[in-house]
């Protein structure tokens, strides 16, 4: 077997760069961008309902993983659901409405009803608050 040969890269013959001088003003800062990733996680939000809830109690890790992707799993059931009931009402735009025959939809009887109040009165707080 013959040995493979290593690829080295030739120098490179141009003249080095002088250093810049500083502005009597003194250097100036670049602002960086935050670039946040897709939203990854609801855990932060379970300890904070459940003190509202029961307080005293906690969650285990185990729990709060299985809580995080249930939640991801509905919400994604319900962007889709809306998405489709926009489609079908040839429209883009999915409304506070598609939410909310989406839910509807898919979460059953009083659970569906609470969870459509509770989003009413949070409307109303954001339109009356902005």
Same mark, same amino acid.
């Given at each position: 077997?013959?040995k493979?040969?290593?690829?080295?890269?030739e120098?490179?013959?141009?003249?080095?760069k002088?250093?810049k001088?500083?502005?009597?003003?003194?250097?100036?800062r670049r602002?960086?961008?935050?670039h946040? @990733?897709?939203?990854?996680?609801?855990?932060?939000?379970? $300890?904070? &309902? +459940?003190r509202?809830?029961?307080?005293?109690?906690?969650?285990?890790?185990?729990?709060?993983n299985?809580?995080d992707l249930?939640?991801?799993?509905?919400?994604?059931?319900?962007?889709?659901?809306?998405?489709?009931?926009?489609?079908?009402?040839?429209?883009r735009?999915?409304?506070?409405? @598609?939410?909310?025959?989406?839910?509807?939809?898919l979460? $059953?009887? &009083? +659970?569906?009803?609470?969870?459509?109040?509770q989003?009413?009165?949070?409307?109303?707080?954001?339109?009356?608050?902005?």
């Open positions: 077997m013959a493979a040969e290593t690829f080295k890269p120098p490179y013959d141009a003249e080095p002088k250093a001088q500083k502005t009597a003003k003194g250097r100036r602002h960086r961008h935050c946040h @990733d897709n939203f990854s996680s609801f855990a932060t939000y379970f $300890p904070r &309902v +459940l509202q809830v029961h307080t005293g109690l906690s969650l285990s890790h185990d729990s709060v299985i809580l249930f939640v991801k799993g509905m919400f994604e059931q319900i962007a889709e659901e809306a998405g489709r009931l926009a489609r079908n009402n040839k429209r735009t999915i409304t506070h409405e @598609d939410i909310e025959t989406a839910v509807r939809l979460l $059953p009887g &009083v +659970l569906s009803k609470y969870s459509i109040t989003a009413t009165k949070s409307l109303i707080r954001y339109h009356t608050c902005r």
